[in-house]
């Protein structure tokens, strides 16, 4: 009984196919050329010797012998870009080691204090140096009895003069009492209108003194408005005869009663009026 097969033809190749695919193909086991090396420095295409030293067509090998022949150099000269071994030699003599020391007479800029020791406890010495832990830096001595000359001044002398001196902070207004008035001109250069504890007298707590004169008085505080001035009233004389005739007397007649006004003012400049209120 035979038995029929379909064989889908899309998924295998042919005799033909994989031959074509095998012919792009080098065995698993191939050469190359050097020149087929993509990486290979100029060195590859050169040999090593077998033994000994290399040929002049070899590369060397690390057992060369004139790799460690101590060759001496022959005859050169070097220019006066280098020091010969005797000039170093000569620099270097002149030269202290890195680490060194000094006495201190090599220190040139040393005080006298500088061979002098610190004492190892207490107090220093007549020799030694004093340190700050020195008791006699805290004693509270009192001096001896002693005089100053006529340059100084004594205390109770100094307290004489400051007595009669103001401090730095003090202040002007107290040779003004409170309520104390003076005038003051702004039109002075250099002038400004003081605040604090002065004001001007316009009224309120103050009294108004604008466009008026101070009279001096026993009492302070009254005030008027009553401007008396004096004018001339111009009269003549007339003969006035008894009644039956015979002789006369002169009397004056006011022949002109009309009010007149003139300036009584004197000269004047104005000024502020101030007043110390604190």
């Not at 009254?222 to 003549?236: A, D, E, K, P």
Request: glycine letters at 8%.
């Amino acid at each position: 009984m035979g038995l029929d097969v379909l064989i889908d033809l899309d998924h295998i190749y042919t005799k033909s196919e994989v031959s074509t695919l095998l012919a792009g193909k080098s065995d698993v086991s191939h050469t190359h050329d050097l020149s087929e090396i993509t990486d290979a420095g100029t060195a590859a295409s050169h040999d090593v010797p077998s033994s000994g030293d290399a040929a002049s067509g070899e590369v060397v090998k690390g057992d060369d012998s004139r790799l460690t022949d101590p060759r001496t150099p022959t005859t050169h000269y070097h220019d006066d870009r280098y020091y010969t071994e005797s000039e170093t030699d000569s620099l270097l003599a002149g030269k202290a080691s890195s680490s060194h020391t000094h006495t201190l007479s090599d220190v040139t800029d040393a005080g006298t204090a500088a061979a002098l020791d610190v004492p190892s406890s207490g107090d220093a010495a007549s020799d030694e140096v004093v340190k700050g832990n020195d008791s006699r830096l805290t004693d509270p001595r009192a001096p001896t009895t002693h005089y100053h000359d006529d340059r100084y001044y004594r205390e109770s002398e100094m307290d004489l003069l400051l007595a009669d001196k103001a401090d730095d902070d003090h202040d002007h207004d107290e040779f003004v009492p409170i309520g104390g008035i003076i005038f003051y001109d702004t039109g002075i250069s250099g002038a400004s209108y003081p605040s604090g504890t002065w004001a001007k007298c316009e009224g309120g707590s103050l009294p108004d003194l604008t466009d008026k004169f101070l009279l001096p008085s026993t009492t302070a505080g009254s005030t008027s408005t009553t401007q008396n001035h004096t004018h001339t009233i111009s009269y003549t004389n007339h003969q006035v005869s008894p009644c039956g005739g015979g002789g006369g007397t002169t009397v004056s007649k006011i022949t002109n009663a009309n009010t007149g006004s003139s300036s009584h003012m004197p000269p004047y400049h104005k000024l502020l009026t101030l007043a110390r209120h604190a």
